[in-house]
């Protein structure tokens, strides 16, 4: 592989990420479901997994940005087993509705396990001329970077919309905000 391979990996996997952001986004507004601390906490993960595969794109590829997408994948896996782990217990119901049988918090683990699995590889694999100091970023490598920034700051919105400069409560049902105009 080459650094232009490597290169659009590195922008697929962000594409990849903004994508299961902007769902969370556009399943809390459609199906009127906010999303609980542990779920602000795994988009979080995302973001930092976000910005690791952006860090790649607008610099060229180096070990260290893959270690920041690990440390990222990594929080968010912990946050999302978490979550799993109060919910696996018979009885117990979910939070939220499922999509394709799995609820969002067990998708964000396999989508964190998924990442954490493909930098591993990526990094066996590493190559020194992957970051030989002629790097350009390609306009596609910009429109997703762009993207992304959008999908964190819609995420940031709706969040202050959601808890304000409160801690978010744990079984949200209205949006701060909002309530607070009537």
């Not at 556009?26 to 995302?46: D, S, T, Y």
């Not at 794109?57 to 929080?75: M, P, S």
Request: glycine share 10%.
């Amino acid at each position: 592989m080459n650094q232009k391979h490597i290169t659009l990996l590195n922008t697929l996997g962000l594409l990849g990420i903004t994508f299961v952001l902007l769902m969370g986004s556009v399943l809390q507004v459609a199906w009127n479901e906010l999303p609980c601390p542990l779920c602000l906490l795994q988009r979080i993960g995302f973001v930092m997994v976000m910005f690791g595969f952006l860090l790649n794109i607008v610099y060229g590829t180096e070990q260290r940005h893959y270690g920041v997408i690990l440390v990222g994948a990594l929080f968010g896996a912990a946050t999302a087993l978490r979550q799993v782990s109060l919910h696996v217990i018979p009885g117990t119901p979910g939070f939220g509705s499922p999509i394709l049988g799995m609820h969002y918090y067990t998708w964000a683990f396999v989508i964190f396990a998924m990442t954490i699995a493909g930098v591993a590889l990526l990094l066996v694999l590493w190559n020194k001329d992957w970051s030989d100091g002629h790097y350009q970023m390609s306009m596609f490598g910009r429109v997703v970077c762009i993207l992304a920034i959008v999908a964190v700051a819609i995420n940031v919105l709706s969040t202050f919309i959601e808890c304000g400069p409160y801690q978010c409560p744990d079984n949200p049902v209205s949006y701060w905000l909002l309530d607070s105009f009537k």
